[in-house]
């Protein structure tokens, strides 16, 4: 994929300046009780996950839902009490994001985005992620014979894999695929035998474990078949449970023996779970815009753009994005402040720091003044002829930027990014429904209820049959049970 605009977030800028306060020496493992040679100071580690905590939250953004917000953290610090390291403060927190994912930072900060909330099918099975996260921060594995650059890779990896936010150098890449998938085998099946252990002393059913991996081997699934479709490379899931499948005998050996510690089988709590998830935004949120198609809304903006069709359209925190099948051309879209009155031509070169504008032409969109121009720029693909349209709106300058990477026709594209940015305009009455995001609603399935129909019926644009499966813990071909509760998208 061709990037345009690259931005180092300020969290990696943190970490690569975090490197020389890390300490080495020895420290007691509290979960093992053995002499550890470690690089980082527990006061350290710590002071590390404070740091980076609101910068989590600045680039990915808290669920705003206090009651559920709540609800995660009563179930982790449940959890947490029962671990080696009760003494650390845990904080659980819900992040607005669809990707499925799970993580930690050093001392005890534990996230879990909403997109693998709305996947999992009980309380047991939250326990199960949760605790899963804690036995990484118990056993220090951020932080255990790992260096500055590691700690910085790990972390890194996390913001980069969640959020989509790739520099020019591909921050993913900075140190190797150490989240990409897990912390390594050893370490995941370590975090797994903690985890169980803490859901048994809890009370809950250490075999949650099992289920959860199938849910994201199911979600590995779908998503390999959907990158076939889109002719891509498929994005799976970075870490946790990912080293294993659900017959690994090593884990089994791990679940069971946690279960022997729990009576009948330990607490599940499906549809007290499921009951919360009502209401659950699915997919994009409203704050960050709404995708249906090749069509980008966003409310709180009162603006809608259409992307060239058959083109994929990802939604980052920071601009809107869509590429060709083949990744050869991408069209970017994105937004800043206007602070000082100067013509459109000048924001490119002065803003955008753009040089040896050619094709230059004063345009007029809506009754918004622009400027659009191409500029020869170093992308991730070489050098390349990049259109780039300034248009004015009101405090705002929007800003389209598109390429093509296809040898000997650099401008095949050229059109369609003009095409994009002329689509601009504000929301009509019947485009304010499609931006609104789409919710779970839970309700009890009868004698008569099948996945096919539920899907007729359903807002989810692509494959909704299999994603109300995957919803349901039912996929490939599974149906409901009378009586049981269902997860629907109307």
């Known amino acids: 994929m061709l990037t345009l605009l690259p931005r180092l977030p300020l969290l990696i800028l943190t970490l690569l300046l975090a490197g020389p306060t890390l300490l080495a020496g020895c420290a007691t493992n509290p ?120 700690v910085t890779g790990i972390l890194a990896t996390v913001i980069a894999g969640s959020t989509g936010v790739q520099g020019a150098g591909d921050l993913a890449n900075i140190a190797g695929t150490a989240l990409v998938r897990g912390y390594g085998r050893e370490h995941e099946l370590e975090a797994d035998r903690l985890g ?75 549809d007290a779970f499921l009951q919360r998830s009502d209401g659950l935004v699915f997919g994009d949120s409203e704050a960050e815009g709404i995708r249906r198609g ?32 083949s990744g050869d051309g991408m069209i970017q879209f994105t937004m800043a402040d206007l602070n000082k009155r100067i013509p459109p031509r000048d924001f490119l070169l002065q803003r955008l720091k753009l040089a040896n504008l050619e094709h230059g032409e004063a345009i007029t969109h809506q009754g918004m003044q622009g400027y659009t121009a191409i500029a020869r720029q170093d992308t991730t693909k070489g050098r390349l ?16 930027a598109g390429a093509a990477d296809t040898s000997g026709d650099p401008f095949r594209y050229d059109r369609l990014v003009l095409e994009t940015a002329r689509s601009f305009h504000p929301l009509t009455e019947t485009e304010r429904k499609l931006a609104r995001a789409l ?35 039912l996929y490939p071909d599974g149906e409901p049970a009378p009586g049981s509760l269902v997860k629907t998208v109307p």
Do not use: C
């Not at 997109?115 to 996260?133: F, R």
């Open 31 to 150: 979960v093992t009780g053995d002499k550890d040679l470690v690089l980082m100071s527990e006061e350290r580690e710590i002071a590390l996950g404070r740091e980076l905590n609101p910068q989590i939250l600045e680039q990915m953004g808290r669920y705003e839902d206090p009651e559920l917000q709540a609800y995660v953290q009563r179930v982790g610090e449940r959890l947490a009490t029962q671990s080696h390291r009760p003494d650390l403060v845990y904080r659980f927190t819900v992040l607005d994001s669809p990707d499925v994912n799970a993580f930690a930072l050093p001392g005890g900060y534990i996230y879990i985005t909403r997109g693998l909330l709305a996947y999992l099918n009980s309380e047991a099975e939250l326990a199960a992620v949760l605790g899963h996260e804690i036995g990484h921060v118990t056993a220090r594995h951020t932080v255990r014979q790992h260096s500055a650059a590691t």
């Open 196 to 270: 169980a252990e803490y859901l048994a002393r809890t009370g809950y059913a250490p075999g949650a474990m099992l289920g959860v991996i199938e849910v994201l081997k199911d979600q590995e699934q779908f998503e390999i078949r959907l990158a076939e479709e889109e002719g891509r490379e498929p994005r799976v899931y970075h870490g946790l449970f990912s080293t294993h499948p659900s017959n690994d005998q090593r884990l089994q050996e791990v679940v069971h023996a946690a279960e022997a510690h729990t009576r009948n089988g330990g607490r599940i709590e499906r």
């Open 294 to 325: 090749n069509r980008f809304y966003h409310a709180p903006l009162d603006l809608a753009i259409s992307f060239p069709s058959g083109w994929k359209v990802e939604n980052l925190p920071d601009r809107v994005v869509a590429t060709t099948r």
């Open 385 to 400: 002829p990049v259109r780039h349209v300034v248009l004015y709106r009101n405090d705002k300058a929007l800003l389209f």
């Open 439 to 473: 919710r779970i609603r839970v309700i009890r399935a009868g004698n008569s209820t099948r996945m096919a129909d539920l899907a007729r019926d359903s807002s989810i644009p692509n494959h909704p049959e299999a994603q109300l499966r995957l919803l349901n813990d």
